[in-house]
């Protein structure tokens, strides 16, 4: 079930840079592709597992959201700005979390790991610091280089970076990770 609903999530992306590429790199064309295949692919998503997990329909929402603005305004800057919005918004519900002793992080990851708050602390840190810099460099690329090589990057480059740097803290994980047969690690 995890690698499809890698399918899932990453099929949306997929549909806004081929229909953008496709129709001669027309971004009005492309925003309503992705609408509609977050739309796709949460509902397949529930239909399959029967429950709805909360990042996908935190991506519908925002996809809906700016994608409708930007339909309306006739201005893809409002959908280019999306993503910084968001690794803004959730850097802030983190450490957000982290003043309330709240570890977002736990829930996202349904106790698959039973970790000591220290290192949830770290973990959610290190989310912190990462989502700043991909909102930094977002505005960075679509401010400096405009819209294919932001169509390109948010593809080919902010998702590599996000599987890059979540590998990277699984070391710190995978001590806590829950067995079907055992307790976690204390």
Do not use: C, H
């Not at 692919?41 to 409708?68: C, H």
């Not at 989502?131 to 902010?158: P, Q, S, Y």
Request: proline residues 4%.
């Amino acid at each position: 079930m995890k690698n499809n609903n890698l399918l899932l999530d990453m099929g949306p992306l997929l549909a806004f840079l081929i229909t953008y590429f496709v129709t001669g790199k027309n971004m009005m064309l492309a925003i309503p592709a992705i609408m509609l295949a977050t739309t796709i692919a949460l509902g397949i998503s529930y239909a399959q597992s029967r429950k709805i997990r909360i990042m996908p329909v935190i991506t519908l929402v925002t996809v809906l959201l700016f994608g409708f603005l930007a339909l309306y305004f006739d201005n893809a800057v409002f959908f280019m700005i999306k993503p910084t919005i968001m690794y803004v918004l959730f850097a802030g519900a983190l450490s957000t979390g982290l003043f309330f002793k709240q570890f977002f992080l736990k829930i996202l990851f349904e106790g698959a790991f039973e970790m000591p708050d220290a290192v949830w602390r770290q973990l959610t840190w290190n989310w912190v610091g990462f989502f700043l810099l991909l909102a930094g460099l977002n505005e960075f690329v679509w401010r400096t280089f405009g819209e294919t090589t932001w169509a390109v990057v948010k593809m080919a480059g902010f998702l590599p970076l996000t599987l890059i740097f979540a590998m990277a803290n699984m070391p710190l994980m995978m001590k806590y990770m829950k067995k079907d047969d055992e307790t976690p690690a204390e």
